[in-house]
């Protein structure tokens, strides 16, 4: 999730898109860059770090022209650097691109534009574009872009200039958010409105497919080489909303941002034709996976809910036995691992103090160490053997939902990877899998449309102060993050329980002021689901069942039902935690707490 701004008309375009770019620095924040027109000629400005530093480089070598992009970077290929800042260069220096996304096809059109001849200057994906581009470029930039986008596989939002065509921006989109703002003998281009609220409030949100010419006093859109209109949009939001894009809080925004987010973080990892797993980022071989005796994953709080998930894909995917630490309790006792140990940091500032001291542990044990973060650059992700990455962009609110889901994705990807390299998964159930996991962003976004619904009861319930939750099996981990979001935000006190053990103990708290929250989708401990549920009803208990559509048992015994949409029960975490965090939303706004910035937390714990 990066930030791009564009420019064509009478000012300074420099100054305007580093204007938009200040207001795009939560979208990524490791390196910037502004190229512009004059005089025929590309003036680029590159920098790494915050945004600031790029100040500093403009104000000792300022550039200017009536024309330009900006770009600010969250790496997805490459590590931040001058060189793998954008925008980018074709070979001739003329053609300059800024990108979103991720091109998941980038290294078959490197080698093959490298057999004829293009000489690339940085790591990343993006960069196949600027030269794809100049390999079709025939003086006509727009064509051009068409025609390279042809080859194109992926996620993209681009805007795109060149040197011999100064009158023109071209821009495209797919999957990837792009708007168009409408000014007097001026336009600009972002990928969030809240860039360009200072300049214009007329806008065209680009659809997915559409290829755009944009001059000062002209805005030209074809899908399928075909020329179409897009309405055009009055905004009225003031500054602060438009960063929410429109949504009253951050975590209302990033809970509706999964379905993106989700899809973001396996694209470029997953194949959907040859269902293969490319994890080059990490080196763990076939041979290491053989001799491992055993995988630790140590993380806190929600990611320590993530890793409890995935012990249940390690073991029964890969079978590998698995052992869940938290962070500042692994550090603390005797541990017994060695150089035949995997051991997994999960953690998404990257800084978390605890899970740091745990990882510098391991390394000095011999052990191999990966992390799973969301921040580039972060102290874990440069101290461990190996990084992956969530795609997530930027988290604001304090309380974790996409990064949450980001983390699950990437332990999907990594259990399916070590299955796959062990042979423990049939190519039956690799297929089935595979499918499932590219169809899932379809059914996150179903699954969002039950926000109403969800909304209404946490009306009836945002009163009560406490609350249990109740899951079995592969979902026991998400009954957890469900009672901490409603804790941290709403400040009920609440508890997750694995079900089959409510009747040692917690069913003495159980009566008719006591609201239970369970998970009871499709999976193979149902029917001992569906008897929980009994023994809490006989108690007096009001039911909240998350189920699927069409279930005919749960459905009569639950007081409330949230319908989510059916996945194979692996994949089933990352829908049903869904609802879990709207329910905790709704509750705590409607309790008039600070959702975004909870009393006592904060987004990353740097002490112990």
């Not at 609220?197 to 659809?207: C, G, K, Q, S, W």
Request: net charge neutral; aromatic share 8%; with cysteine.
């Amino acid at each position: 999730m990066c930030g791009i701004v564009g420019y064509i008309g009478s000012k300074n375009s420099a100054e305007v898109i580093y204007n938009g770019l200040e207001k795009l620095e939560y979208r990524g924040y490791d390196s910037a860059g502004i190229a512009v027109i004059s005089d025929n000629i590309i003036q680029t400005r590159r920098s790494v770090g915050k945004l600031k530093n790029l100040k500093s480089n403009l104000d000792l070598n300022p550039i200017s022209g009536n024309i330009g992009i900006g770009h600010t970077r969250w790496a997805t290929h490459g590590k931040p650097s001058e060189e793998n800042a954008h925008p980018h260069t074709d070979c001739s220096g003329k053609i300059v691109v800024v990108h979103n996304g991720i091109i998941e096809n980038y290294v078959s059109i490197k080698k093959q534009l490298i057999s004829e001849g293009h000489k690339f200057k940085s790591e990343t994906d993006t960069e196949v574009v600027a030269h794809l581009i100049e390999k079709y470029y025939k003086n006509d930039i727009l064509k051009a872009v068409k025609s390279a986008l042809k080859e194109v596989r992926g996620a993209y939002a681009l805007a795109v200039i060149c040197a011999d065509e100064p009158d023109k921006v071209i821009v495209a989109r797919y999957d990837a958010p792009l708007v168009i703002a409408k000014g007097k003998n001026e336009n600009f281009i972002a990928s969030d409105v809240s860039a360009l609220l200072n300049y214009a409030r007329d806008v065209i949100f680009l659809e997915n497919g559409d290829i755009c010419e944009i001059k000062k006093d002209t805005i030209n859109i074809f899908n399928q080489d075909v020329e179409v209109k897009r309405e055009t949009q009055k905004i009225l939001w003031d500054a602060i909303q438009a960063e929410k894009c429109g949504y009253k809080h951050f975590m209302l925004k990033e809970i509706y941002e999964q379905a993106q987010t989700i899809q973001d973080t396996f694209r470029g990892r997953l194949s959907s034709e040859k269902n293969v797993i490319t994890l080059d980022d990490i080196n763990i071989t076939e041979e290491f996976l053989k001799e491992i005796s055993r995988i630790y994953i140590i993380a806190c709080g929600t990611s320590y809910h993530a890793g409890l998930t995935a012990k249940f894909l390690f073991e029964s995917l890969a079978s590998i036995p698995t052992e869940v630490d938290i962070a500042s309790e692994f550090r603390y006792r005797d541990y017994v691992i060695d150089s035949k140990s995997l051991v997994i940091f999960i953690s998404q500032s990257g800084e978390t103090a605890d899970t740091l001291a745990a990882l510098r542990i391991a390394k000095q044990k011999g052990s191999k160490t990966l992390a799973i973060c969301n921040v580039v650059g972060s102290s874990i992700s440069r101290e461990a053997d190996n990084i992956l990455y969530t795609h997530c962009g930027p988290e604001i609110g304090v309380a974790s939902t996409k990064a949450f889901t980001g983390q699950l994705t990437v332990l999907y990807l990594l259990a399916l990877d070590f299955a796959t390299k062990l042979n423990t998964i049939s190519k039956e159930k690799l297929d089935l899998l595979v499918k499932e996991l590219w169809d899932l962003p379809v059914k996150v976004t179903e699954c969002l449309k039950q926000s109403g619904r969800i909304e209404k009861i946490a009306k009836e319930f945002h009163l009560k102060n406490q609350f249990i939750y109740l899951a079995r099996n592969i979902n026991y981990p998400i009954a957890l993050e469900g009672a901490l979001k409603l804790k941290e935000i709403s400040y009920i006190y609440a508890e997750g329980y694995a079900a089959g053990e409510m009747k040692h103990g917690p069913i003495a708290l159980i009566d008719e002021t006591m609201p239970v929250m369970v998970i009871a989708t499709k999976s193979k401990v149902y029917e001992k689901v569906l008897s929980n549920i009994e023994e809490a009803k006989a108690r007096g208990a009001k039911i909240i069942a998350v189920i699927n559509a069409n279930d005919k048992e749960i459905s009569k015994k639950a007081d409330y039902q949230i319908v989510v949409p059916e996945v194979d029960e692996f994949f089933s975490p990352l829908i049903n935690v869904i609802p879990l965090q709207f329910f905790a939303y709704y509750v705590a706004t409607m309790r008039g707490c600070d959702v975004d910035q909870p009393r006592n937390l904060a987004k990353s714990v740097t002490v112990e």
